[in-house]
């Protein structure tokens, strides 16, 4: 069953309806990012990748994450800075009973442009990661419960996760992923595209006076005139 109906499927059936959705955090802006993030426990092992990444600008283009117990119990993210790799630091509570699975979308010169999964129904444990590139690969890790809640960061189309956050709640048998965030960052190049579009029309106003005047319709406004 291809993924998207799977997903439909899973938020139609028994107990699970528009309520069931995991309610987004508030945007928050954070030291040029914004900042959003699923599950409400706090307590417990933080981390933040941007203590390593720091003022550079990165991309997240590959992903490795652990499950067990029915939950995702730890994760581990690999950034894109200009030309060069940084990876990012174990987010583990080691259990050697856990599984991993690692996807790398650099190799295709792609990165990861959306992260959504489930989450139980208390908000305290992730059980599932769905993580789609901006070329449209999915990957999934993890199974969802009938009382999971479904999870998507607001990251739009002009938007990418730049780093990842979180806490770990560690248990009798391991860490779980309690809380995930992300920090997102508006593309480069559509600023880029943004600044080009503007300088294009004033251009075209330009050109368009200057070709009145020729005309002698319009006469376009002299400096030093009021």
């Known amino acids: ?11 139609k059936s028994p107990g699970r309806n528009d309520k069931d959705k995991d309610e987004p955090k508030k945007n928050i802006p954070y030291k040029g990012f914004r900042k959003d993030e699923r ?28 499950k ?32 991993f ?4 979308f650099e190799e295709q010169g792609d990165y990861v442009k959306e992260i959504s999964g489930f989450i139980d129904r208390s908000g305290g444990a992730i059980e599932c990661l769905i993580v789609t590139s901006f070329k449209g690969d999915t990957k999934k890790v993890g199974e969802p419960t009938k009382n999971s809640k479904l999870f998507k960061f607001d990251i739009n189309e002009m938007e ?23 920090l997102i960052a508006v593309d480069e190049p559509v600023e880029e ?30 400096e030093g005139s009021r």
């Not at 699975?101 to 790398?104: A, K, Q």
């Not at 996760?161 to 809380?179: D, F, H, M, Q």
């Open 39 to 66: 599950g409400r426990v706090k307590a417990g092992q933080e981390f933040n990748d941007k203590e390593l990444i720091g003022e550079e600008r990165a991309r997240i283009v590959g992903l490795k994450v652990w």
């Open 101 to 104: 699975e690692e996807y790398n």
């Open 68 to 99: 067990g117990n029915g939950k995702i119990t730890g994760v581990k993210a690999f950034y894109k800075i200009g030309k060069g790799l940084l990876e990012g630091d174990t987010h583990l509570i080691d259990n050697s009973s856990f599984t």
């Open 160 to 182: 990418y996760p730049a780093c990842l956050y979180g806490t770990l709640k560690e248990t009798e048998n391991g860490s779980v992923l309690s809380r995930l965030g992300v």
């Open 193 to 222: 595209q943004i600044d080009a579009l503007v300088g294009d029309n004033t251009k075209d106003d330009d050109d368009t006076l200057e070709r009145a005047d020729s005309d002698g319709e319009i006469e376009p406004k002299k």
């Open 1 to 11: 069953m291809p993924l998207d109906e799977e997903e439909k499927n899973q938020s």
